[in-house]
């Protein structure tokens, strides 16, 4: 109760703090707990959703959109409980030989091929994506080819280098995306936008 207690007391703070009048209930849900998981007031201002871009995030964890995160500590924050108790699995390939493998024969960083090994596995992705400008950068790049399958992309890499210029090619790419503008991110914000996100497909 006591832990209630505080996440509805933090949620209180949240909404007398900051501005959310430009997003819709359900958007609304997912920037707060991006607020909440990051401490950051700040991306009331920056989380950026395409066209009916929860709609179709909902619809994808639906029809059983296979989940792929780009680094462990993604998957790690969403968590293998959450993720049992909606009936998914998550998916990280950075450490798997392949890729390793792959990422030295064709001189590209193992996120990159963390991207196009689940290209080729799997016939809709749901993509978490909180660390790595390079696994989004590759997610863009099948899209202008026309190779990628079916997606829906959270989009939240951090740092200096390309991180900001990856979000701003996913806001201007044709692709169903949660997202936010600068060099914030990371993988507690993608990992908490998917948990709020999934919150909303499963009821919870």
């Keep these: 109760m006591k832990g209630q207690q505080i996440e509805r007391k933090s949620f209180e703070i949240i909404e007398s703090s900051v501005d959310l009048g430009r997003f819709d209930r359900f958007q609304q849900a997912i920037v707060k707990r991006i607020i909440h998981a990051s401490g950051d007031l700040e991306f009331a201002k920056l989380i950026e959703f395409s066209h009916d871009a929860v709609e179709r995030g909902i619809a994808a964890l639906r029809e059983g959109y296979s989940v792929v995160c780009d680094v462990n500590m993604v998957k790690t924050g969403i968590t293998e409980a959450f993720a049992s108790k909606i009936g998914i699995e998550l998916h990280c390939f950075i450490n798997d030989p ?107």
């Design 98 to 204: 392949d890729v390793i493998k792959r990422s030295r024969l064709e001189n590209k960083t193992r996120a990159e091929c963390c991207i196009l090994k689940a290209n080729e596995m799997f016939d809709g992705i749901v993509f978490v994506i909180g660390n790595s400008p390079t696994a989004l950068l590759e997610v863009l790049r099948l899209n202008r080819l026309g190779v990628l399958k079916p997606s829906f992309v959270l989009g939240f890499p951090v740092g200096f280098v390309d991180a900001e210029k990856s979000k701003k090619l996913l806001a201007e790419s044709n692709l169903p995306y949660i997202t936010n503008r600068g060099t914030k991110g990371g993988s507690p914000v993608a990992a908490s936008a998917f948990r709020a996100l999934a919150g909303l497909a499963f009821d919870l």
